[in-house]
């Protein structure tokens, strides 16, 4: 059984995974709006990862023996007013979901809850990476994303992007 708190936080955790998966979902409407289908293809597998995301926290809650509450997931709020709007936001968003990640882990830590601690170390790595991949983004969008023919060529990398699923072993 796990300590009241950090099962909160966990709980927590599963509807800011849906409103991470919410968010890219509407980036990659954004940009398939704007025709470009590979920064589109690139949000979309973002939400994927997202989901799959809040689905291993659900797995780990159920398999603690701890009730799962769904939440409203609230409407994404981001101003998208051009290309470069979606990839600031979208990593100023993966900086929060790491300070959330963090403050479970610190939770799990004050209760010498080991068996959590190591199942966060998964998505505390997958957070370098996520932030990693989010200010890539930007610095590719910087270079390229103001020509347009560099552009295309970004959205063409971006489109070939295939998503491949978590190996976290629960």
Known sequence: MLDPKVAELLNTQVNKEFYSAYLYLDFANYYKDQGLDGFANWYNIQAQEERDHAMLFIQYLQNNGEKVTLESIDKPDAVLAG?????????????????????????????????????????????????????????????FGHDSRSLYMLDSELAARVYSAPSLVL
């Open 83 to 143: 290309f470069e709007d979606p990839l600031k936001a979208g990593l100023e968003h993966e900086q929060f979901v790491t300070s959330l990640i963090h403050a479970i882990y610190d939770a799990a830590y004050a209760q010498k809850d080991f068996r959590t601690m190591q199942f966060l170390d998964w998505f505390v790595k997958e957070q370098g990476e996520e932030e990693k991949n989010a200010d890539d983004l930007i610095t590719k969008f910087n270079l």
